[in-house]
């Protein structure tokens, strides 16, 4: 990779790239998530820590079914709460947070999810990535970027950040990426991560990011003609 350019030169690159993505993905980007709330939402972000999106939906419609609101999570059944959600991985540590999580937001927000990145954050198993997701989607709130493996792996081969901190990492994309783009970039990398910059097995030579990823002009040229 080329060293770590200047803000201006990373904005610019930034931009661009917001533009290939955007042409390279027209359809649009929808909520892989499935919920019919913000409480549901916000648990189905913690469920998918470290799982897949779609294995979070094959899971959730019985959740909902048998622990419908705050209240039922806040008084369930330790075991039986896992039972539901272990297939998601880190069951014992999601089941923990999720009743403690609804224990909090009825005793201190009257049962509803909170619109500020400070009160989100203080839930037991919410960092700034669920919290930006559930601030965007849930109350058009978009404070920062979203730093999910995706985005911290393509982010850094992109160039736009050096750094190994999700926070760090949120805060060097926050400085480049246009502001309107900042929930996007999320959706994009997630997108593209699946479909072309594959961890371990990326397929530069078809990726309409080439021209502005310093490590895939890296990696094509010593592969050579």
Not at 138 to 160: F, N, Q
Not at 179 to 198: D, F, P, Q
């Amino acid at each position: 990779m080329d060293a770590f350019q200047p803000l201006v030169a990373r904005s610019l690159r930034a931009s661009r790239l917001v533009s290939r993505l955007e042409a390279a993905y027209p359809q649009g980007l929808s909520l892989s998530l499935e919920s019919r709330n913000p409480f549901e939402y916000l648990v189905a972000t913690v469920l998918a820590t470290q799982c897949r999106d779609e294995r979070v939906n094959q899971i959730t419609p019985a959740l909902f079914a048998r622990f419908p609101d705050p209240f039922a999570f806040a008084t369930a059944d330790y075991e039986e709460l896992l039972g539901y959600i272990r297939s998601t991985g880190l069951g014992p540590t999601k089941t923990r947070n999720l009743i403690a999580l609804s224990r909090l937001l009825i005793e201190r927000h009257g049962g509803l999810v909170p619109a500020t990145m400070s009160e989100l954050v203080a839930l037991p198993g919410v960092a700034r990535k669920i919290a930006n997701l559930v601030l965007a989607d849930c109350h058009g709130v978009v404070e920062g970027v979203a730093v999910d493996t995706h985005v911290r792996r393509i982010s850094r081969l992109l160039g736009l950040t050096q750094s190994a901190d999700a926070r760090k990492i949120e805060q060097d994309l926050i400085e480049c990426l246009p502001r309107t783009s900042w929930r996007n970039w999320n959706n994009y990398l997630v997108e593209h991560g699946r479909k072309c910059c594959i961890a371990g097995a990326p397929r530069c030579t078809q990726c309409p990011l080439l021209e502005d990823c310093p490590t895939g002009v890296t990696l094509v040229t010593q592969l050579g003609p």
